[in-house]
């Protein structure tokens, strides 16, 4: 529609034409900076086209009405009054309202790329930050993650934040690198099983087989379920769940929440009738409110034994009241000689078993006494037990913590944990005489961390309270990394460092104890 027929010489239009070039180049301005096109000025009504989202008016006078990325057609009719026009138009009356107006409502190109600037800047300075800690491969996503996801996440409730992880491993958004790359050096081969690298995520993270087989995608080598108990329970009262941040660490008090055997062993079939590759372990518990432990431990390997790659037995929780007690030599007899009886008279390679039979490994507290550290080892070799997992969380509170949440009750994880469980893990090794394979836990980050545990005595390691501070990516990069300290190590493969600090110690023990072993054959005289 011709401004002639429509408005004729009307004050408005002779304003509009009086002042076309400025508007023309507010115009063209506004168009660079906040729609990526130049917009078209038809001529000689200066009628424009321009999609919806670049349309600031406020909403309470809004008089377009229109849907989200409908092309729109802006009539002199339609402009809104002068006094709002300075959100697209310059006012002709009032110059420095038109100033503060672009200086409040819009953004200039220089401030999206001061953002942009900022954002890559940070980026790169995580990077080469990471570099220096001989972290080698961090990428651009999982700097972006540190710097953006990372701190939203750790607004969140935890235990919410560890349920919106859950959710995102199962439908795949931390997809990583595939552990079937890895390098040949960091294969692992344990109990009849290849392991593409050494480092799982641990047992705490998947409490109920939501996420089974995503590890996989996630980079992790295998992967721990549970802990699983018989029956559902809810666990202790919520919060349970703190994060102390200063510090790095995680205190937690779930008390076993599950869904329940029959649940879990439903998803482990459904994930092993799929056909996707992982190596998952299967972490049993015991209900609250059960007296006779070893029934529950018993009742788990009966449901969930056929579908797991290796079986726990978890009696070092310290959230569940009594359970720590199973670790004295006296009721861990009893609990491992009926679990191991009721794993060995399952139908192993008939019906719907597998012919091999899981492993069977016991998982261990960080606060044990002396005598009862001996008493595990002495256990472990004499009932042949197939592994240890060194270690739980701690009930201890080092002095080094900083954080203001220190003193809630629960299990203490993350880089506190560190030193307490290499230092028990290396004792495990040297009293089992490196005879029985041990999977490290406790406050892992990095490959060098990865690398302590192994030269320690560790055959695998887990992880997962990293998750938390260093986000999914971390586990993409370790491979890579790990194969890098491993050579700085002077190793060819990551099975030759497996216990490389105590060995020494282990050959010296072993010599003593032949020498003056009392069972040693006596000189015999040759006519004997």
Same mark, same amino acid.
């Given at each position: 529609?011709?401004?002639?027929?429509?408005?004729?010489?009307?004050?408005?239009?002779?304003?509009?034409?009086?002042?076309?070039?400025?508007?023309?180049?507010?115009?063209?301005?506004?168009?660079?900076?906040?729609?990526?096109?130049?917009?078209?000025?038809?001529?000689?009504?200066?009628?424009?086209?321009?999609?919806?989202?670049?349309?600031?008016?406020?909403?309470?006078?809004?008089?377009?009405?229109?849907?989200?990325?409908?092309?729109?057609?802006?009539?002199?009719?339609?402009?809104?009054?002068?006094?709002?026009?300075?959100?697209?138009?310059?006012?002709?009356?009032?110059?420095?309202?038109?100033?503060?107006?672009?200086?409040?409502?819009?953004?200039?190109?220089?401030?999206?790329?001061?953002?942009?600037?900022? =954002?890559?800047?940070?980026?790169?300075?995580?990077?080469?930050?990471?570099? @220096?800690?001989? $972290? !080698?491969?961090?990428? +651009?996503? &999982?700097?972006?993650?540190?710097?953006?996801?990372?701190?939203?996440?750790?607004?969140?409730?935890?235990?919410?934040?560890?349920?919106?992880?859950?959710?995102?491993?199962?439908?795949?958004?931390?997809?990583?690198?595939?552990?079937?790359?890895?390098?040949?050096?960091?294969?692992?081969?344990?109990?009849?099983?290849?392991?593409?690298?050494?480092?799982? =995520?641990?047992?705490?993270?998947?409490?109920?087989?939501?996420?089974?087989? @995503?590890?996989? $995608? !996630?980079?992790?080598? +295998?992967? &721990?379920?549970?802990?699983?108990?018989?029956?559902?329970?809810?666990?202790?009262?919520?919060?349970?769940?703190?994060?102390?941040?200063?510090?790095?660490?995680?205190?937690?008090?779930?008390?076993?929440?599950?869904?329940?055997?029959?649940?879990?062993?439903?998803?482990?079939?459904?994930?092993?009738?799929?056909?996707?590759?992982?190596?998952?372990?299967?972490?049993?518990?015991?209900?609250?409110?059960?007296?006779?432990?070893?029934?529950?431990?018993?009742?788990?390997?009966?449901?969930?034994?056929?579908?797991?790659?290796?079986?726990?037995?978890?009696?070092?929780?310290?959230?569940?009241?009594?359970?720590?007690?199973?670790?004295?030599?006296?009721?861990?007899?009893?609990?491992?000689?009926?679990?191991?009886?009721?794993?060995?008279?399952?139908?192993?390679?008939?019906?719907?078993?597998?012919?091999?039979?899981?492993?069977?490994?016991?998982?261990?507290?960080?606060?044990?006494?002396?005598?009862?550290?001996?008493?595990?080892?002495?256990?472990?070799?004499?009932?042949?037990?197939?592994?240890?997992?060194?270690?739980?969380?701690?009930?201890?509170?080092?002095?080094?913590?900083?954080?203001?949440?220190?003193?809630?009750?629960?299990?203490?994880?993350?880089?506190?944990?560190?030193?307490?469980?290499?230092?028990?893990?290396?004792?495990?090794?040297?009293?089992?005489?490196?005879?029985?394979?041990?999977?490290?836990?406790?406050?892992?980050?990095?490959?060098?961390?990865?690398?302590?545990?192994?030269?320690?005595?560790?055959?695998?390691?887990?992880?997962?309270?990293?998750?938390?501070?260093?986000?999914?990516?971390?586990?993409?990069?370790?491979?890579?990394?790990?194969?890098?300290?491993?050579?700085?190590?002077?190793?060819?493969?990551?099975?030759?460092?497996?216990?490389?600090?105590?060995?020494?110690?282990?050959?010296?023990?072993?010599?003593?104890?032949?020498?003056?072993?009392?069972?040693?054959?006596?000189?015999?005289?040759?006519?004997?």
């Amino acid at each position: 529609v011709s401004p002639q027929r429509t408005w004729g010489n009307s004050p408005t239009m002779e304003l509009l034409r009086g002042r076309r070039h400025l508007l023309t180049r507010h115009l063209a301005s506004f168009s660079r900076i906040h729609v990526g096109r130049p917009m078209k000025l038809l001529e000689p009504n200066f009628c424009m086209i321009r999609p919806f989202f670049s349309i600031r008016w406020p909403k309470t006078r809004d008089p377009l009405k229109t849907k989200p990325g409908k092309q729109i057609l802006v009539t002199p009719q339609e402009l809104p009054p002068y006094d709002m026009g300075d959100r697209f138009f310059p006012s002709i009356e009032n110059l420095e309202a038109r100033e503060k107006a672009k200086a409040t409502h819009t953004y200039s190109l220089r401030t999206e790329c001061l953002i942009l600037a900022l =954002l890559f800047g940070s980026a790169g300075y995580i990077i080469m930050k990471d570099r @220096e800690r001989k $972290r !080698m491969s961090v990428t +651009f996503s &999982e700097a972006v993650h540190k710097l953006l996801i990372n701190p939203l996440v750790q607004r969140m409730d935890p235990e919410f934040s560890h349920r919106v992880a859950i959710l995102c491993a199962k439908y795949g958004l931390f997809a990583g690198e595939d552990p079937s790359e890895a390098a040949a050096e960091l294969h692992m081969n344990l109990w009849g099983k290849t392991f593409p690298h050494p480092v799982g =995520l641990a047992a705490g993270f998947d409490k109920n087989a939501e996420a089974v087989g @995503e590890h996989y $995608r !996630m980079g992790f080598g +295998f992967a &721990e379920i549970g802990s699983v108990t018989p029956e559902p329970q809810e666990g202790n009262p919520k919060p349970r769940v703190f994060r102390l941040v200063e510090d790095q660490a995680v205190i937690n008090r779930y008390g076993f929440n599950s869904d329940g055997m029959n649940v879990v062993a439903s998803r482990l079939k459904e994930f092993r009738e799929s056909g996707r590759p992982g190596i998952i372990g299967v972490n049993l518990g015991k209900n609250k409110t059960t007296e006779d432990a070893a029934s529950d431990f018993v009742k788990g390997v009966h449901a969930l034994a056929k579908y797991a790659d290796y079986l726990v037995i978890n009696v070092s929780s310290p959230n569940t009241p009594g359970l720590r007690a199973l670790q004295s030599k006296e009721h861990l007899i009893e609990l491992l000689t009926r679990t191991i009886s009721a794993r060995d008279s399952l139908p192993w390679g008939q019906t719907d078993y597998p012919p091999q039979v899981p492993p069977l490994l016991l998982k261990i507290a960080p606060d044990l006494t002396e005598q009862d550290v001996k008493d595990i080892a002495e256990v472990s070799l004499k009932l042949k037990l197939d592994g240890l997992i060194i270690s739980n969380t701690t009930v201890s509170r080092p002095e080094s913590l900083q954080s203001s949440l220190k003193s809630e009750t629960g299990g203490l994880s993350g880089r506190p944990l560190f030193d307490l469980s290499t230092d028990l893990l290396g004792k495990m090794y040297v009293l089992t005489r490196g005879k029985i394979p041990l999977v490290a836990a406790g406050g892992v980050t990095t490959a060098e961390d990865v690398m302590i545990k192994v030269l320690n005595g560790a055959s695998l390691v887990q992880m997962y309270t990293a998750l938390v501070y260093e986000g999914p990516y971390c586990i993409s990069r370790m491979p890579r990394e790990l194969r890098t300290v491993l050579y700085e190590y002077g190793f060819t493969s990551i099975e030759q460092a497996v216990g490389h600090l105590h060995k020494p110690r282990v050959a010296a023990m072993e010599k003593y104890e032949q020498k003056h072993s009392p069972n040693k054959n006596k000189k015999r005289f040759w006519f004997f």
